[in-house]
């Protein structure tokens, strides 16, 4: 639904971000995703617990969270790479997943 970041070799002046449809695959036992977005060259994968209400994913620098009643996430990185090619600091996500 929307994104947003922010830059601290700009004194964290605000990120250039545009929200974008990306893939997330759950693997059976909900232990692991892998995240496949367009401006990445490559497939981020993160680890996973599931709660009562939520699955958290994290690796060293991204966490991404599902309802999976719901399937409204958040998702954070705190090292972002743009479309552009640049890199921002830190960026935050949220929207509503929609099953294929």
């Known amino acids: 639904m929307d994104a947003d970041g922010f830059n601290t070799n700009e004194k964290y002046s605000g990120g250039?971000?545009?929200?974008?449809?990306?893939?997330?695959?759950?693997?059976?036992?909900?232990?692991?995703?892998?995240?496949?977005?367009?401006n990445l060259s490559f497939t981020q994968i993160l680890s996973c617990e599931e709660g009562i209400n939520f699955?958290?994913?994290?690796?060293?620098?991204?966490?991404?969270v599902l309802n999976p009643t719901t399937l409204h996430f958040t998702s954070s990185n705190l090292l972002s790479w743009l479309y552009d090619g640049g890199v921002d600091n830190m960026s935050l996500s949220y929207g509503t997943c929609v099953m294929l």
């Open 16 to 38: 250039r971000y545009l929200p974008v449809r990306f893939s997330v695959l759950i693997n059976d036992d909900k232990s692991s995703i892998e995240l496949k977005r367009p």
């Open 55 to 64: 699955i958290t994913c994290s690796s060293d620098v991204n966490t991404f």
